[in-house]
């Protein structure tokens, strides 16, 4: 997407979406406007996030509330949302014995990429995820993380104004990791990006703003300097003895606790007054408050 001088920010909104299982919320009553920019969703397993990017993408329908795109329902826009998406969920699928290029070609066309922009659009996605060396190789013979690879260089291709990815980087290995990061703070800069995960120090690393759900329920929502700063005074550290350690830790919320030389313990506490007798402030982390939110 090219933000021209003039143009108005891509906006897509959710208007209290709630979406129901057995009667149970699995997203309840959530309101978000996303713009351009880099945005995580954190929360553990089961929190509602699969279910919510569902609902973003068209794949489920909301049983209550709109998700609009510059002011238009996503549900009214047919063709013309898909081709402003990017998709990667946490299971795709694929034919096994494409090859990679053979893979990129065949999404490319399903996602009418102008045949005279396709073989440009393909090499562009293979260089950016690192998948030259295997793009003749049939996608059966990759391991976990490099079909996750050609999972994200798919929502790539029809250069998307909104990308969504359900735990991307599930699979990667470190190195790959943080070339993806470093890639997604790219792609954020033209586009709305919105991923999903439960490993805060992804999440961390590349979001702008950050939607933190617990149980289908909206917790908490901002910039990570935002959301730290509401927990502080709450966050402790104290060098204790191992049997003190393990008593705090069964009184208290503990977000680590690391071994010293010493052989006593440094433990990282969460709690609204002091903890222990030799406990200090600690600045907090997004690890913090999101262990605060998931265990009040």
């Not at 406007?33 to 569902?54: D, I, M, P, S």
Request: glycine content about 8%; aromatic content about 8%; hydrophobic content about 40%.
């Amino acid at each position: 997407m090219d933000l021209r001088k003039g143009e108005k920010m891509p906006e897509l909104r959710l208007e209290h979406v709630r979406k129901c299982y057995k009667g149970l919320p699995a997203a309840a009553e959530i309101e978000y406007v996303f713009h351009t920019g880099v945005y995580g969703l954190l929360g553990a397993n089961g929190a509602g996030k699969t279910t919510l990017l569902r609902m973003i993408v068209g794949v489920l329908q909301p049983d209550f509330g709109r998700i609009l795109y510059n002011q238009q329902e996503i549900s009214q826009m047919g063709g013309e949302y898909r081709r402003i998406l990017g998709y990667l969920p946490q299971e795709f699928g694929y034919y096994p014995n494409f090859t990679v290029y053979r893979y990129l070609k065949y999404l490319a066309e399903l996602k009418a990429v102008p045949p005279e922009l396709a073989e440009e659009r393909i090499e562009e996605t293979l260089e950016k995820m690192n998948l030259q060396s295997v793009k003749k190789q049939r996608m059966k013979n990759l391991s976990g993380g490099m079909i996750r690879r050609v999972g994200i260089a798919q929502t790539l291709l029809n250069n998307p104004d909104i990308l969504v990815l359900d735990e991307p980087t599930a699979g990667l290995d470190p190195r790959e990791r943080i070339r993806f990061r470093n890639l997604i703070s790219g792609l954020g800069r033209e586009r709305t990006v919105i991923l999903s995960s439960h490993i805060v120090s992804d999440i961390e690393f590349f979001a702008d703003e950050l939607l933190i759900l617990k149980a289908g329920k909206q917790a908490d929502s901002g910039s990570v300097g935002q959301i730290c700063d509401k927990i502080k005074g709450k966050v402790w550290e104290s060098l204790e003895s191992l049997e003190s350690a393990r008593r705090l830790n069964q009184e208290f919320v503990v977000s680590s606790m690391k071994n010293m030389e010493d052989r006593n313990v440094r433990v990282r506490i969460l709690s609204d007054g002091k903890p222990a007798e030799h406990a200090v402030l600690a600045e907090p982390r997004l690890e913090d408050a999101f262990l605060y939110h998931m265990t009040r």
